[in-house]
């Protein structure tokens, strides 16, 4: 009796261990962006290619700009017991506020923002992403020939409004004499509103461009046209524009989500907020290797990391 009780739970413990754990995420833009949705897509292909597919499966619905298609999909998935569903996007947190307490068993996440709700079944993140935009600021302001920078901005609000600030603050940091040109064209995913603003910077003199959001697609063709460097922030964007994009600030949530899916398992399902950023390397400039910045720009760039790694630099120039 005693050897069938232990081989019983031998077996139970066997297929706990063995368990999948399961992801769904919502996501508002393609997977392939290029911007915000690539680089959670990026962050869970990585996690499931080291953890094995047996171990590790996630599902998604991109495009979803629709937060009431969004809140329906939250909903069906924690109804379908998923370990851990993701709601990647600020927009999508009144819903989650809402839905998280009906499933008290599941796990959710959002980003990017600091609030979990005070539930302790929802956990948060966000980017500090005038980190990467300082740094991306200085390298543009030791580059731009004519001193006027070009910002074509989605929403004023969340990481797009961070890293335009850290961007604007490196410029000025670099270069004092600077003209910097922020616009907000009020959506994260009108390409024509973002070609327009790009146009406008172009033609009031800028060499340099950045932007934020999936509409950015729209700015790098007009920079591409018009000769002018990119710098390209949440994902590599390289491949838009490879004779003029310079440099990238890169997400990498999976240093958020390995402690999340950690807690998880031991049964900690949220209370707790997270942010990427240049010290826990959540945060990583990319250069274009094909534009080929000197040594003497890339220590500039350096030296600004170093500093705010070490709290000497300010990336909001305060």
Sequence with gaps: MKRILLIASLLILSSMSLAQFRVAAVMPSATN?????????????????????????????DGTFIVDDAAAAIRDWAAEGYDLVIAHGSQYGSSLEEIAPDFPDVSFAWGTAGNTFGLDNVYAYEAASDEGGYVLGVLAAALSKSGTIGVVGPIEVGDAKLYVDGFKAGVIAQNEAAQVNVNYIGSFSDVALATEAAKTHVSAGADALTGSAQMVVGAVGVAQKAGVLWFGTQANQTELAADIVVANQVYDWTVVLKPIIANIQSGQLGGEAYTINLENKGLLIEYNDFFGVSDEVKALADAAIAGIIAGDISPLGE
């Design 33 to 61: 962006d290029l911007a915000f949705s690539q680089s959670m897509f990026d962050a869970l292909s990585t996690i499931q290619a080291e953890m094995g597919a047996d171990n590790f499966e996630f599902v998604f619905v």
